[in-house]
């Protein structure tokens, strides 16, 4: 007997470089397979844009399973939940015509972002003598803080009055003498904050319930399940490019730490990756480019944080990376995103290994310093100078671009499973293999159409 009693297929979707690698529209293309889509980490500091019909979505905290009718979406208890924030994107959702009453569920378990979370990691991200991550700004990393600490508030805690107005109190004072100590901070009034999370808290609970037993339930009924990762690989607080990452597991990990779905009940891992690289925030970038070819990136792919309009840093694709990212999470199955953006260009440079003082690197390194040491070196890849926007065959695609997808494929050491040549859901590659797995996954049909090579 024993507890691996699943019969739901499930697969983990994770950013294999430093996010906004286009998870939400896979993710969203996916749907139409899978039962439930579900988060397990960050928070609002997500965006996850999805394009249906030239219509525009930035989900941040909402699966993107939401767009999909008869798909369920799930927040798991790894993410940190800012209840305003969810309210505001609940009742955008609505207003556009979405269903969520019914369909979204938030783990009792999950972590509240409070206003004090947001105004420290402003303080400090401005403090001098701090390291500047560039942060969203979101409270990510002090509620993180608060739940490893043992002194956050969770979901639950929300919905029982008579404890927020105690937490909310005790920490209120507490977070006040800190901030005003350390950074002259304006104190925040406790009255005024739980009478506004209270106001939240009733608003928030016919959504919560215990996340865990509605998913493994679900397995059980023999419905799937795919995981929807935030941020990316060289985000996690463990594997990234630390200190410049975000506060908790973004790789594939996460998901069974931050639903409570076990390790032995994940299939499989599919990892994105453009067919360049960004990033955005601080940090160390082997691959980066700068000047025209850096603009040229952003200006075709639209390389601006979804979340804060930022400039995303643009470089080429890093495979040192991309196996480490493989890795790190079981990538199966890669997805490559964005490849018209590369359409114009005559040749395309791919990072194909490490250099530091001179010597060739078979590691990534764990510090800083080391990461700024790293000399890329380059192979530098026929462009194809003809548009793959919205083509959806391996086929179609122009020869160069398919040898392109096969080197990459031959190097990260994974299988293509779909390509993306556009934003829209339909502008989209599937190879067959994968379309076999995929199609097992809710029973739903789609036509197979090729193969990468
Ligand atoms: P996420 O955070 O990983 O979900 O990615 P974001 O949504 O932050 O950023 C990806 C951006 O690229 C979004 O604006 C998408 O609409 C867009 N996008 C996704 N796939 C493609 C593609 O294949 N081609 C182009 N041109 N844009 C894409
Ligand atoms: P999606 O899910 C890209 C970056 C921030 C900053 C660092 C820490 O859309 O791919 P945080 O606010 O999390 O403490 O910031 O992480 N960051 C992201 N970059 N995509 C994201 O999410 C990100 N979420 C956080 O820019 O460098
Ligand atoms: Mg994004």
């Not at 993180?144 to 008579?162: I, P």
């Not at 996340?211 to 060289?234: C, D, H, K, P, R």
Request: charged content about 20%; proline content about 5%.
């Amino acid at each position: 007997m024993g507890w691996n009693l699943k019969k739901g297929k499930t697969a983990i979707i994770v950013g294999a470089q430093w996010g906004d690698e286009g998870k939400g529209k896979i993710v969203d293309v996916l749907s139409e397979n899978f039962s439930i889509v579900a988060r397990y980490a960050g928070g609002h500091n997500a965006g996850h844009t999805v394009i249906i019909n030239n219509k525009k979505f930035i989900l941040q905290l909402v699966p993107c399973g939401v767009l999909r009718s008869g798909c369920r979406s799930v927040i798991g208890n790894g993410v940190v939940l800012d209840p305003m924030a969810f309210l505001k994107e609940v009742a955008a959702l609505r207003d556009a015509g979405v269903k969520v009453d019914g369909t979204i569920s938030v783990s009792n378990r999950a972590h509240v972002i409070l206003p004090y979370h947001r105004m420290i990691e402003l303080a400090a991200e401005n403090a001098p003598g701090r390291v500047k991550i560039g942060t969203t700004s979101r409270g990510i990393g002090p509620a993180y803080e608060d739940k490893m600490g043992r002194r956050g508030l969770r979901v639950a805690d929300l919905l029982d009055l008579k404890l927020l107005k105690t937490h909310i109190e005790n920490a209120c004072r507490e977070k006040n003498m800190i901030a005003h100590a350390l950074f002259n901070s304006e104190p925040l009034d406790a009255d005024k904050m739980y009478h506004e999370y209270a106001d939240a808290a009733e608003k928030i609970s016919p959504f919560v319930c215990d996340t865990a037993v509605l998913l493994n339930q679900a397995l059980v009924n023999g419905e799937s399940i795919v995981f929807e990762g935030a941020q990316g690989t060289m985000l996690d607080i463990d594997h990234g490019t630390y200190p410049f990452v975000t506060s908790s597991s973004a790789t594939s990990g996460g998901a069974v730490t931050g639903t409570g779905v076990a390790p032995t009940a994940i299939d499989l891992v599919i990892g994105v990756t453009k067919a360049y690289c960004t990033r955005v925030g601080g940090g160390p970038f082997p691959s980066e480019v700068e000047g025209p070819n850096g603009d040229l990136l952003r200006a075709r792919g639209n390389e601006y944080g979804a979340v804060t309009g930022r400039p995303r840093r643009c470089g080429w694709l890093d495979l040192p990376l991309l196996r480490y990212a493989g890795m790190i999470n079981g990538i199966s199955w890669l997805v490559v995103t964005k490849l018209d953006v590369l359409d114009e260009l005559p040749e395309i440079p791919v990072c194909v290994g490490y250099k530091i003082d001179g010597k060739r690197m078979g590691t990534i390194p764990a510090q800083d310093s080391g990461y700024r040491k790293i000399e890329c070196i380059y192979k530098n890849w026929p462009g194809w100078r003809t548009s793959t926007l919205g083509i959806t065959s391996m086929d179609k695609l122009p020869k160069p671009a398919r040898e392109y997808l096969a080197f990459v494929e031959r190097e990260s050491g994974a299988r293509i499973g779909m390509v993306s040549t556009g934003p829209g859901r339909e502008q989209t590659i599937f190879v067959d293999e994968f379309l076999i797995w995929l199609n097992g996954a809710a029973g739903k049909g789609r036509q197979a159409k090729a193969r990468v090579q």
